[in-house]
């Protein structure tokens, strides 16, 4: 049965939520995404994005906004990320089947779990280990989330075997979702050192460099996932995810991850080595 | 029966060949099969993976499994070419066809066996799988070329394996496809017996008093010239 789940909301600094979400599908085809935001679980309901297809996440940055003109509404300028305020999501998806069998997340609040005491802490460990990333150790990286959902590859889908059956694919570049990878998010992290440890194999030498990351807790990554050092242009398969927690809350991310050959098709993906990263 | 007029008399890929690679060893052989596999993924034959000899330019890899090139290092999808135990059996009694009365040169010959083992490696298991049976099928319909142009003689049909992984510096699928080859392998002997009849007519010839004599010489100075 098809269903969404919501897998990040974390507060930002200033004042913005990164809402992620993970849908697992039981059609092929685009999921349009519309996502919703209240001030308390049983709504009322404001929609903070509507009709996304090609999104995997959302940040929500549009607390502050001043109000409209001519208008004295002050619930428009409230910071809606203070401890003492809860502010719930929840994600509505509608399949290519049509809004009939549309499905819904559960409700999920900005930092669940937490309470307002530890979510202060959550937010200053966070927000000290950006700075850090910022003025220290960090490197900027463009986080590939690889698409899980979607249309399936035109190419090299295979139905029968349910995957796609080339790495080299130009359509779905191996992942078997058109595209192959989400649009890239720019953050900053920290990259450990590690060798390049040349084996010995029967086919000849084969070159392996793992390394760990660490990073704030989102965008939420899973094996497969892509890290691209934009300095470097290096790009590291995801091989494993541990989080560093906070009453079972993940504060931080610790990726262990392989530096991938220069013949591998994630080469292929445009990052811009030149962006900033605007999170945090 | 041979399908083709002149077939080699040695397993070996066509063009020169370096002299430390003697037809019918089992790098010969192999670089029989490389070369085969290659025509098999050229540009013409409309299949995703071509393969070009600068592998910058290529989408597949095809090399002996002897390959130390860095270029090649890592890269997918790719097959490999290697041999396992190769064996020469002994069809007669010391392997004897032959013997020329008069200079005594002997012939002989043996059916040479050799497992060859091909290895297609790629990110995805339906990839790594595909590459297989295209190369299995494409050697087992040819086996009857192969045969009758690299002077096979037996060629048994290919084994393809299940898919394996293979991780490296990411998930890699490996399947093997496995079959033997039979090809003859002749040599000669030149009898010792007139080589050394041969220096003792040079030793008295030489005029010195003794062969010990003689050989010092050699010894010292390269030659020996004769005595007078």
């Not at chain 1, 090609?54 to 003109?69: E, T």
């Not at chain 1, 959902?149 to 295979?158: I, L, S």
């Not at chain 2, 085969?36 to 592998?55: K, N, Y």
């Not at chain 2, 890699?172 to 007519?201: C, E, G, H, K, M």
């Amino acid at each position: 049965m098809a269903s969404v789940q919501i897998t990040r909301t974390t507060a930002l600094f200033p004042s913005s939520v990164f809402v992620q979400w993970d849908i697992s599908r039981d059609e092929a085809g685009e999921h349009t995404v519309d996502i919703f935001r209240s001030g308390s679980p049983t709504g009322p309901w404001q929609a903070v994005a509507i009709a996304l297809v090609d999104a995997y996440h959302v940040l929500d940055d549009k607390f502050n906004l001043p109000p409209p003109s001519g208008q004295n509404d002050l619930h428009v300028g409230l910071n809606l990320l203070t401890l003492s305020r809860d502010v719930y999501y929840y994600v509505l998806v509608s399949p290519p089947s049509g809004e009939a069998n549309r499905f819904q997340s559960a409700v999920v609040a900005v930092e669940p779990g937490l309470d307002a005491r530890t979510r202060l802490f959550k937010r200053k460990i966070l927000r000290d280990e950006a700075t850090a990333f910022r003025r220290l150790n960090g490197i900027p990286i463009a986080v590939l989330k690889r698409r899980r959902w979607g249309k399936v590859c035109r190419e090299c889908y295979d139905e029968v075997n349910r995957e796609a059956t080339r790495e080299h694919c130009p359509f779905c570049l191996g992942t078997a979702f058109e595209g192959g990878y989400w649009a890239p998010v720019y953050v900053r992290g920290r990259k450990s050192t590690a060798p390049v440890q040349t084996q010995l194999t029967a086919h000849g030498d084969s070159d392996a460099k793992v390394v760990t990351f660490t990073l704030l807790d989102y965008p939420n990554l899973v094996r497969k996932d892509v890290l691209v050092d934009l300095r470097r242009n290096d790009r590291y398969e995801v091989q494993m995810v541990y989080g560093t927690e906070l009453k079972g809350v993940t504060v931080h991310q610790s990726v262990t991850a392989s530096l991938l050959s220069r013949s591998s098709v994630e080469y292929s993906v445009l990052v811009d080595p030149n962006n900033i990263p605007s999170l945090y | 029966m041979s399908l083709t007029p002149d077939p080699k008399n040695q397993p070996a890929p066509d063009g020169n060949q370096p002299v430390t690679v003697r037809p019918g060893s089992s790098m010969a052989v192999i670089g029989v099969f490389l070369e085969v596999i290659r025509q098999r993924f050229t540009a013409e034959s409309g299949l995703p993976w071509v393969w070009h000899r600068d592998i910058k330019q290529g989408r597949i890899a095809i090399e002996s499994a002897f390959n130390e090139d860095k270029d090649h290092s890592n890269f997918r999808p790719a097959i490999f070419v290697d041999r396992d135990e190769l064996i020469v059996g002994r069809t007669v009694i010391g392997d004897a066809v032959g013997q020329n009365l008069q200079t005594g040169l002997k012939g002989f010959w043996a059916l040479s066996s050799v497992p060859i083992l091909i290895e297609c490696v790629a990110a995805k298991k339906g990839e790594s799988a595909t590459l297989a049976d295209l190369v299995g099928i494409f050697l087992h319909a040819s086996s009857d070329l192969i045969q009758s142009a690299f002077a096979f003689h037996d060629m048994t049909p290919p084994t393809v394996s299940r898919t394996q992984p293979y991780p490296r510096d990411k998930d890699q699928w490996v399947t093997s496809i496995s079959f033997n080859v039979q090809y003859d392998v002749r040599w000669t002997n030149t009898p010792t017996a007139p080589l050394l009849q041969q220096i003792i007519t040079e030793v008295m010839r030489s005029g010195y008093n003794s062969a010990t004599e003689y050989f010092e010489i050699i010894a010292l100075t390269g030659t020996a010239d004769p005595v007078g």
